[in-house]
């Protein structure tokens, strides 16, 4: 969703600058790959590098998630410390 809003805002709020680079820390996903592949269809005036310090799938994001609980004191599935 975060994508969406920054390139709105380029496209209607800002002068298009010809290449944008996105990069995402703690790594990006398929779906955000498909998204900046798709708005480069839609828009060629404008083109999105996407980068990330690595590709994320639902194994790689769910032990991310497991790690961080148990940083936290918590196991993935304990929600009703939060």
Request: no cysteine.
């Amino acid at each position: 969703m975060a994508l969406a809003v920054t390139l709105h805002h380029l496209l209607h709020f800002s002068p298009l600058p010809p290449q944008v680079i996105v990069f995402i820390v703690g790594g990006t996903t398929f779906e955000e790959a498909k998204a900046v592949a798709e708005f480069n269809e839609r828009n060629p005036l404008v083109h999105v590098l996407l980068g990330g310090s690595g590709v994320l799938n639902s194994e790689a994001f769910m032990t991310a998630l497991g790690a961080g609980a148990a940083r936290d004191g918590h196991t993935a599935l304990d929600i009703d410390g939060y």
